[in-house]
């Protein structure tokens, strides 16, 4: 393929903003190749600035489940940017989009806007420091937050339980009261928490893990987590800003019939636009001013775009059957591939939920981010490359998961299909 217009907009970018990128994975440093700079997009396909069309499974990273450019969402926009864009003052679609995830959401009783995920989880966390009054929390080696100071921890090895920063800038007074265990390792869990009595404000955890790939919870991990919680007096906080109305229209809690104390919201929510939510019970989020001590703000939070967007997309997914739908197209695809790779003997392990999976170069099984980190990423970096060239647009690394939309067709999953055996026919 011909980036030539790529590439000169990459050469550009380096000189204006960092590394090119406003976001680290957009670089595509994990593959080793300049990144693709996009033009437009519409249901399934997105065009670069050379005019190459790919088929899409990044989906903004999973806010485009509905596809891209989708007319409702393009009408609500049209309908709401006359009457103004942002106005710092109370508007009636917040209170619409809030009724509209409480009621997906029927553990987030009282629901806070704001412009990311990241701005979501950092707040949830202060309210659940606020709300216990203790400091600590803690996290899963492998589960991104956003890039608030806290989260951007994980453990050294195994035996460490002090946070150590992944990132310069955080200050190690800080990152010490992060403290980490491995996914579905409930036993590190229940050592920790005793490790460090009425110490732990919350646990976070994203339900079923996007950020180093998709890990599931298995069997009695998110029940455990349950029960640790409400034995501790420690909150249970679900980073749902993945799987919220993916996996699921209620997310990971309903699927799992578990109710988180906190949850966290973002992509999807959006419908395509800057946004974030945080929520949950009554009587912890009536900490957050005005109505408490927990201090929290935004000059745009409840922007009338992003939130007719995102109510355009709720209502879309409420009405159809669209979990069905992608619940078919992803066990479809997973079944495929296994064929794929089977016959050509190729070690791979594929996690997959509704409407997200990924495919580890590793024989697996992997439940964990040590078992993630066995994948072999050159070979992924291989694959990648040459799906790109025949037209697909993977996320350019391992360690994500890939999209499907409602807007896939089957005719998109085949041809899909057809690049992958290709492709590992040619690593
Ligand atoms: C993307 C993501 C975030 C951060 O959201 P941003 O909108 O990128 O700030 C937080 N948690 C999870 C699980 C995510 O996947």
């Known amino acids: 393929m011909n980036r030539k217009r790529s590439n000169a907009l990459y050469r550009r970018a380096l000189e204006l903003i960092p590394g090119g990128v406003n976001s680290p994975v957009r670089a595509f440093k994990a593959i080793g190749t300049p990144p693709v700079f996009i033009e437009r997009a519409k249901g399934s396909k997105l065009w670069d600035v050379d005019g190459n069309e790919y088929i899409d499974y990044v989906g903004s990273w999973g806010p485009m489940i509905m596809g891209h450019a989708h007319p409702r969402v393009l009408s609500a926009l049209r309908k709401t940017a006359p009457k103004g864009t942002s106005f710092g003052a109370p508007t009636p679609l917040e209170v619409e989009l809030a009724n509209e995830i409480r009621k997906a959401f029927p553990s987030m009783e009282l629901v806070r806007m704001v412009s990311s995920g990241t701005e979501a989880v950092m707040s949830a966390i202060r309210v659940a420091r606020g709300y216990t009054g203790r400091n600590k929390i803690l996290k899963f080696e492998g589960c991104y937050h956003g890039h608030g100071d806290s989260l ?3 453990a050294g090895s195994g035996a460490t339980t002090f946070g150590i920063p992944d990132s310069l800038g955080v200050p190690e007074e800080l990152a010490r009261h992060t403290l980490t265990a491995p996914y579905n390792d409930l036993e590190r869990v229940r050592f920790l ?18 950020n180093m790939g998709v890990v599931l919870p298995e069997k009695g991990f998110l029940e455990g987590l349950r029960k640790v919680c409400d034995e501790k007096g420690i909150l249970l906080l679900f980073d749902e800003v993945i799987t919220g109305f993916r996996v699921a229209y209620g997310g990971a809690q309903e699927l799992y ?26 009587e912890i989020m009536e900490k957050v001013a005005p109505l408490g001590g927990v201090y929290q703000a935004g000059t745009l939070s409840g922007n009338p775009m992003a939130m007719a967007a995102g109510i355009a997309t709720l209502q879309y997914l409420k009405t159809q059957k669209v979990y069905k739908d992608l ?19 190729i070690p791979i392990s594929i996690n997959f939920a509704t ?7 590793t024989e697996g099984p992997v439940r964990d981010y040590t078992t993630a980190k066995m994948s072999n990423t050159k070979r992924f970096a291989q694959f990648f490359i040459e799906m790109l060239e025949q ?18 067709t089957q005719k998109d999953l085949d041809q899909t299909l057809e690049a992958c055996d290709k492709a590992l026919g040619k690593i």
Not at 267 to 275: A, D, E, F, M, Q
Not at 355 to 361: A, E
Not at 391 to 408: I, K, N, T
């Open 391 to 408: 037209g697909v647009y993977l996320p350019p690394s391992q360690y994500e998961a890939w999209f499907f939309s409602l807007a896939h």
């Open 327 to 345: 619940e078919k197209k992803t066990a479809y695809f997973v079944e495929k591939i296994e064929e794929i790779t089977e016959e050509r003997r």
């Open 257 to 282: 019939a578990i109710k988180a104390d906190l949850t966290c919201l973002g992509k999807i929510i959006g419908g395509g636009l800057p946004v974030g939510a945080y929520g949950g019970r009554e």
């Open 152 to 154: 951007l921890v994980k």
């Open 193 to 210: 928490v005793d490790q460090y009595p009425e110490q732990i404000a919350c646990i976070i955890v994203e339900p079923i893990a996007g």
């Open 355 to 361: 409407g997200m999976l990924t495919l580890f170069f």
